[in-house]
């Protein structure tokens, strides 16, 4: 197995700019979730899916931020406009329904620079 | 008071030494417990889970403490492949799936 698969692994971009973060889940996997890392506030959950569909958003930070997933291979996570406040490593993780586990699987993140 | 608290460290522990540091949560509703290892710019990792009773995985020991609402993670005979930061990791009670994250303890087992 592949694993949980993000791209771009880094992104350099200009305030203002659209950034478009991309994820593709281990298949099989019917949890998503986004999270972003920085050194002040540690890991956030901002989104997360349950079969395609968004389950809860309430950390998404404001308007500027949106997720979507079409369909159980595939989610993105959009700034637009970014920030340089925005700058951070993006986190996508998936977890499967066995077991009653709860144990998520990260992608190797894409860190994320606004200029 | 956050959710999940731990010491951010560093803790700087000599290579062979015994190591340990706790988590506490706020939440005692909570009823599942982790620890996951992140190495310098990498993904968190799952090391183990933490059971009632506690649990052992080699060097590693996890202990939960309900009552006193902590987690605890010993690490014997520390190897400088430990050196990594610890996130205390536990259940969001009123969700099946989401997990609350500690900000983490930075290990640095020197030789």
């Known amino acids: 197995d592949a694993g949980v698969i993000q791209s771009p692994r880094h992104e350099v971009t200009e305030m203002g700019q659209e950034v478009t973060l991309r994820c593709k889940p281990i298949s099989g996997h019917d949890y998503l979730f986004w999270y972003r890392q920085t050194m002040m506030r540690g890991l956030e959950l901002l989104i997360y899916f349950n079969n395609n569909v968004p389950i809860d958003d309430s950390g998404m930070p404001e308007d500027r931020f949106s997720a979507k997933m079409p369909n159980a291979s595939f989610s993105t996570l959009k700034i637009q406009p970014s920030e340089p406040r925005d700058s951070a490593v993006y986190f996508c993780?998936?977890?499967?329904?066995?077991?009653?586990?709860?144990?998520?699987?990260f992608g190797p993140g894409t860190r994320l620079t606004v200029t | 008071r956050k959710e999940v608290e731990q010491d951010p460290g560093p803790f700087n522990v000599p290579e062979g030494a015994t190591v340990a540091f706790n988590c506490t949560y706020s939440?005692?509703?909570?009823?599942?417990f982790f620890w996951y290892r992140q190495d310098c710019r990498k993904e968190p990792k799952l090391l183990m889970s933490v059971y009632s009773s506690g649990n052992e995985d080699g060097r590693f020991t996890a202990q939960l403490n309900r009552a006193s609402q902590y987690i605890s993670l010993l690490i014997r005979d520390s190897k400088l492949s430990d050196s990594a930061t610890y996130l205390c990791v536990v259940n969001a009670p009123n969700s099946n799936y989401q997990l609350i994250w500690g900000a983490g303890t930075k290990l640095i087992i020197k030789p």
């Open positions: 993780a998936s977890r499967g329904l066995g077991g009653g586990s709860y144990e998520q699987y």
């Open positions: 939440n005692s509703a909570s009823q599942s």
